[in-house]
């Protein structure tokens, strides 16, 4: 028989697994959908809204509604920096979700599962008061905070690939253009050669530029986005050339150069650190196993005399 805490439990890692499971099939909707459209096969757009009463009452009727009430609550809830913030590490995440979506569902299922697991403390008479406050309230908290656990984590892993494709890529824009290509067909080139999260990110880049954006503001745009250093250097550099009208193959030079630069130094920086990091486990595990073996025998030898 399953204590009540182990029903919430179970409840809370039922939720987690459904709500990753309609992640998995909104993305492969969303895959879908690409395929169709690289294919060629979506029907004509005047077609569709003729028979508009063909799409499920679902799409046409409930999902409006209810993405118009995520709208609202998060609207009310989350600041607007919060919701821009929030997109942008979905986005560089890889998680293709609103961010009204994403906190609404964070809400929703910590409140499902405080709900919940205060009705099963409560059938329980036996438990403590304290226990049956501070239980409902930790398992809704761990729900809450763990998808954004999981975003940060994905995050951060993303942005560490951004970083270490860098090198390649101003490389590669160095050589493009130093051999007669412009700075956008250079781009062009390196999008077309890359692979991973830079390659999405140098797609926007390409994107925004043909819509008009400058290249200055469209490469400071992917500096904020990413947060890194090197591409924010890297910004001002492009900036600084259009101003003063200097070669834009000088400036990748120097970046390429810098760059490397930059990852020495923090190569370095790592290895400086490790003598610090090292002296915990040492004094944790090492040294107490050294003891023991240097100075075990001379304590047997101790006792036994002292015995004698």
Do not use: C
Not at 62 to 74: D, T
Not at 124 to 130: E, S, V, W
Not at 169 to 186: I, K
């Amino acid at each position: 028989m399953l204590s009540l805490y182990e029903a919430a439990i179970m409840v809370a890692i039922g939720l987690i697994a459904l709500n990753a499971w309609a992640h998995e099939r909104r993305a492969q909707r969303w895959r879908a959908i690409v395929n169709e459209r690289l294919s060629g096969a979506l029907p004509d757009p005047v077609e569709d809204s003729d028979d508009e009463l063909a799409e499920p009452y679902w799409d046409r009727v409930i999902r409006p509604k209810i993405q118009a009430v995520e709208r609202g609550f998060v609207r009310r809830l989350a600041p607007t920096h919060v919701q821009r913030d929030m997109e942008n590490k979905l986005r560089l995440a890889g998680i293709r979700q609103s961010p009204e979506i994403y906190f609404f569902t964070r809400m929703v299922s910590s409140l499902a599962v405080l709900i919940m697991a205060a009705i099963g403390t409560m059938m329980a008479r036996t438990l403590p008061l304290n226990e049956r406050i501070l239980g409902p309230v930790l398992l809704a908290g761990m729900v809450y905070v763990y998808p954004g656990i999981h975003l940060n984590t994905k995050f951060q892993q993303r942005l560490q690939e951004i970083d270490r494709s860098l090198p390649e890529v101003f490389d590669l824009l160095s050589v493009s253009v130093e051999a007669g290509l412009a700075f956008d067909a250079a781009l062009r080139r390196v999008v077309a050669n890359v692979s991973g999260p830079i390659k999405d990110e140098l797609g926007r880049v390409l994107a925004d530029m043909q819509l008009g954006i400058p290249r200055a503001e469209a490469l400071q745009g992917l500096a904020r986005r990413t947060q890194s250093a090197p591409l924010k250097r890297f910004a001002g550099l492009v900036a600084q050339s259009d101003r003063t009208g200097s070669s834009i193959s000088t400036a990748l030079k120097v970046q390429a150069k810098d760059i490397k630069e930059y990852r020495a130094a923090k190569a370095r920086e790592k290895a400086a650190s490790i003598p610090i990091k090292i002296i915990f486990p040492m004094v944790l595990f090492i040294f107490p196993a050294m003891f023991i073996v240097i100075l075990g025998p001379a304590v047997i030898s101790v006792l036994q005399l002292m015995h004698v």
